[in-house]
């Protein structure tokens, strides 16, 4: 059975201070990526947190070394965002249908 891992990714050092995402160097090869993983289900939530510095994705993996693995294909992987922190998720709630 698949779990759920949290990942926290911060700005790497390519990260423009002050420009919106979508402004970003590199910008439409990162999001055809990210689009590409939610297309498959591998990536089920992901978003900035409120500093704009910080990223949240909820990944469908089996382990932490599959989720580094399919993210260092990512564009921006360690320019743009840097991993932080993975983590394994406990799900004992869950209000989706």
């Known amino acids: 059975?698949?779990?759920?891992?949290?990942?926290?990714?911060?700005?790497?050092?390519?990260?423009?201070?002050?420009?919106?995402?979508?402004?970003?160097?590199?910008?439409?090869?990162?999001?055809?990526?990210m689009d590409a993983l939610v297309d498959t289900g591998f990536l089920v939530l992901g978003g900035p947190l409120a500093d704009d510095h910080r990223v949240v994705h909820v990944i469908e993996a089996d382990s932490e070394d599959t989720v580094r693995a399919r993210l260092a294909?990512?564009?921006?992987?360690?320019?743009?965002?840097?991993?932080?922190?993975?983590?394994?998720w406990t799900i004992r709630l869950d209000g989706r249908r």
């Open 1 to 33: 059975m698949a779990m759920f891992l949290v990942m926290l990714r911060r700005s790497g050092p390519d990260w423009e201070p002050g420009r919106p995402m979508e402004e970003q160097s590199g910008w439409a090869e990162h999001a055809r990526f």
């Open 73 to 88: 294909s990512d564009p921006w992987s360690d320019t743009h965002l840097q991993v932080h922190s993975i983590d394994s």
